[in-house]
Each structure stands twice: as structure tokens, then as C-alpha cells.
């Protein structure tokens, strides 16, 4: 029988994933399961309704604008606030930073599974232009929307969205499941113990007083203080 592998090494097989992964085309995602497919919020609940969700989006602008100020923003500018805050959309959060995408997959629920990063390469092709080009509504292929108008924990976590025009649908492109890597979940609490040395952790994430608390917290439930050791 195959020897399971350490924390350490596991951790190292990662960053040997990373390491050819390296150009700055790559983006990552992470999911708490192997289970969890890619399909954005919009599209998890029974019978999607495109117009449904579009007039939701459009109740979501009226009452937006009651709370925050965007001048001069665009359809897409709103569709990302509302991803932000928890607006069901046709959005799905990825990052730049490799290191976030994990935190996301080792620290979600269900904490008792096999997590995953996925790794996917986009180029200038598959970048969405927010001005004078189709709205979110209106594209025909799954696309990169690279925010203009970012709230701090969205600049802090690095992030951007994938954008599916048939939100119901999982998406999965090829090479993807090539391009991903298996966390098991006997070494995730490990590996959330790596990035909180690292800096990377629910303070940092969140950019907010709530996540100092969360992170503070899981700290608290670890028994982890100042230089604890990691592995």
C-alpha cells in the first residue's frame, strides 16, 4: 500500500504545483470539496431563470444606490458589488494569489473533505472589456471580468470572477482537472496553520475588523500564539 504522504510533504507537492504555474496568466480557485463543481450562485438553485435573475439584479441596483455611491459605473461594476456582498450572480470568484485560493479550500465547510485548487490559464481573449462591450446578460461564452470598482477585501484577496453566460451548467474546460490539485483532509488544518505564517490568514482576507475576529478566533480554537510551531 502507497504511503500516505506527511503534511510537510504534501505542502511541498503543492508548491511544486505552483512552481510551474508561475507566469502571471495563471488564476486559482478554491473548493472546501472535490465534490463542488464549478457553478456560479446563480445557477445552484432548481429551474434557473435567466430573467429571473436579471430582474433580481435590477431590484439589487434600485436599492444599492440607497447604501453606496458608484459614479459612472457600469452593469458589470454592479454585478461585481453584488457578487461581493453575497447577490446571487453568474459570477465565480477566483484570485491571482494562489496562497488565497487555498486559504478558501482548507478554512470553508465541509471541513471533513478532500479540498482542491484549480489552476486555469486566461489570456487576452477571454478577458472581459466592462466598457463598450456586451453586458452580463449578454454574453455568449464563459469570459474574465477583472474588477474596476473593488471594495477592500476584493483588492486584498486578489480577486477576479469568471462570468458564465449559462449559469446552471458546470463549467468544466479542459485541462482543468489536470491543472488542479488535492488537498486531503487530514492535512488541511495543517495547511491553514502554513498560510497563517505566511500572513495569510481571515484578518487578512476579509480587510475588516470581523476578520481580525475571525482570525483571532480560529487562533483561540488552535491554541496558536506567537511562534507556534507550523508543521
Known amino acids: 500500500m502507497e504511503r500516505l504522504k506527511s503534511a510537510q510533504e504534501t505542502w511541498q507537492s503543492f508548491q511544486d504545483f505552483l512552481d510551474r504555474r508561475m507566469h502571471s496568466r495563471w488564476v486559482f480557485r478554491g ?7 464549478c457553478v456560479p450562485s446563480a445557477g445552484r438553485t432548481p429551474n434557473h431563470d435567466p430573467l429571473f435573475e436579471e430582474h433580481l439584479f435590477r431590484a439589487f441596483k434600485r436599492e444599492a444606490r440607497l447604501h453606496v455611491s458608484l459614479p459612472g459605473a457600469t452593469d458589470w461594476d454592479w454585478l461585481a ?11 465565480l470568484d477566483w484570485t491571482t494569489n494562489p496562497l488565497v485560493a487555498c486559504f478558501f479550500a482548507v478554512s470553508s465547510d465541509p471541513l471533513d473533505a478532500d479540498a482542491v485548487i484549480y489552476a486555469y490559464p486566461v489570456d487576452d481573449t ?8 456586451p453586458g452580463p446578460f449578454e ?5 474574465f471580468l477583472l ?22 451548467e458546470p463549467w468544466m474546460p479542459s485541462g482543468l482537472a489536470e491543472n ?32 481580525v475576529c475571525l482570525s483571532l478566533s480560529w487562533q483561540y480554537r488552535q491554541r496558536l500564539g506567537i511562534g507556534a510551531a507550523v508543521f
Open 31 to 37: 473548493c472546501a470539496s472535490c465534490e463542488f463543481l
Open 81 to 91: 458589488l453584488g457578487q461581493h456582498f453575497g447577490l446571487p450572480t453568474r459570477l
Open 126 to 133: 477571454l478577458v472581459i472589456n466592462p466598457e463598450g462591450g
Open 139 to 143: 454574453i455568449d461564452r464563459v469570459g
Open 147 to 168: 474588477p474596476t470598482t473593488t471594495a477592500p477585501r476584493i483588492a486584498s484577496q486578489r480577486g477576479l470572477f469568471s462570468v458564465h453566460p449559462r449559469p446552471s
Open 180 to 211: 488542479s490539485f488535492v488537498i486531503p483532509r487530514g492535512v488541511r488544518s495543517r495547511f491553514q496553520r502554513k498560510l497563517f505564517s505566511l500572513g495569510i490568514d481571515a484578518a487578512h482576507i476579509w480587510a475588516s475588523l470581523e476578520g
